[in-house]
Nanobody, 127 residues
Framework: QVQLVESGGGLVQLGGSLRLSCAAS????????IGWFRQAPGKVREGISC????????YYANSVKGRFTISRDNAKNTVYLQMNSLKPEDTAVYYC????????????????????WGQGTQVTVSS
């Protein structure tokens, strides 16, 4: 049974930090790219970061580049998203997702490229 479980969300003030975790089970984690998406009320789901399993390439949306860092611990089947310098516009439900796409994952920010999804965790940044 495939599972992706996000944790680490919460309420934080402007400029604060959070670390999200995505714990995976039920599939060959090492071979999968793990992406983070977010969706704010009334907005489309946005791909913000991805880390491939095949070659360890990382990708970031311009909106989070320099503030967010993605990492993975294959021994724990977990991917992390360290979020620093948070802004109110980062407020959203954050989802992790797994894709069996290989290297050169140029469409990493496209939701339909992902096979499995977590249920999401809420991040709220207050001003």
């Amino acid at each position: 049974q495939v599972q992706l479980v996000e944790s680490g969300g919460g309420l934080v003030q402007l400029g604060g930090s959070l670390r999200l975790s995505c714990a995976a089970s039920g599939f060959a984690f090492d071979d999968y790219a793990i992406g983070w998406f977010r969706q704010a009320p009334g907005k489309v789901r946005e791909g913000i970061s991805c880390l491939t399993g095949s070659d360890g390439s990382s990708y970031y949306a311009n909106s989070v580049k320099g503030r967010f860092t993605i990492s993975r611990d294959n021994a724990k089947n977990t991917v992390y998203l360290q979020m620093n310098s948070l802004k109110p516009e980062d407020t959203a439900v954050y989802y992790c997702a797994a894709s069996n796409y290989g290297s050169n994952f140029n469409t990493w920010d496209v939701a339909y490229e992902y096979n499995y999804w977590g249920q999401g965790t809420q991040v709220t940044v207050s001003s």
